[in-house]
């Protein structure tokens, strides 16, 4: 089982539409996670991160943690074209384990 | 306020070859991550240096080494290449004591003919 797994897609939405990336990790002992946006050709760059169980809002962009099913979530909503791009679940800690990543295309 | 910076952006080796890589973080970082990451896949975590010593390593064999300078820049030696060496390098910076975010420079893509 790899440390952390992502559906490497690629998941296709309407502009306009509600995207809805996910990853599950297995080191219980994860405390922070972090979501990255690629475009590409270019290096990662970070959309948020989360800590604790729940939901996390910013702007287009909602993050849920539930730690005691080991996943994690980001929805962006009022999908844009210019969304499209690579998406890097990440946990923090001690060797801050990447997943493969989520190609999202938003077709206008 | 500089971000991460890397060099060279581009360089083709033959095999058997080495290279150095060079990162200079972020201002205010103390922390250095290199990343290699092949065409379609997540960035692999190759080690973590912070006050000049390699603090964790991923799963790479020894030809992969590098630095830390007292300035927090870094360089990544990777010796012997292989044909299978060529990917994106990412160096990304970070505060130790800080969130755990990441911070990368734009990579320097190898190849190896």
């Known amino acids: 089982q790899k440390e952390v797994e992502q559906n490497s897609g690629p998941l296709s939405v309407p502009e306009g539409a509600i995207a809805s990336l996910n990853c599950t990790y297995s080191?219980?002992?994860?405390?922070?996670f972090f979501w990255y946006r690629q475009y590409s050709g270019k290096s990662p760059e970070l959309i948020m991160f989360i800590y604790s169980n729940g939901d996390k809002e910013d702007g287009r962009f909602t993050a849920q943690l539930n730690k005691a099913s080991q996943y994690v979530s980001l929805l962006i909503r009022d999908s844009q074209p210019s969304d499209s791009a690579t998406y890097l679940c990440h946990t923090g800690g001690f060797k801050t384990i990447f997943g493969a990543g989520t190609r999202l295309f938003v077709k206008a | 306020d500089a971000g991460v910076t890397q060099s060279p952006t581009h360089l083709i080796k033959t095999r058997g070859q080495q290279v150095t890589l060079r990162c200079s973080p972020k201002?205010?970082?103390?922390?250095v991550s290199w990343y290699q990451q092949a065409l379609g896949q997540g960035p692999q975590f190759i080690f973590q240096y912070y006050e000049e010593e390699e603090r964790q390593r991923g799963n790479f064999p020894d030809r992969f080494s590098g630095h830390q300078f007292p300035n927090y820049s870094s360089e990544l030696n990777v010796n012997a290449l292989l044909l299978g060496d060529s990917a994106l390098y990412l160096c990304?910076?970070?505060?130790?004591?800080?969130?755990?975010?990441?911070?990368f420079g734009e990579g320097s893509r190898l190849t190896v003919l």
């Open positions: 990304a910076s970070s505060l130790m004591t800080g969130s755990g975010e990441l911070f």
């Open positions: 201002s205010g970082h103390d922390t």
């Open positions: 080191d219980r002992g994860s405390q922070s």
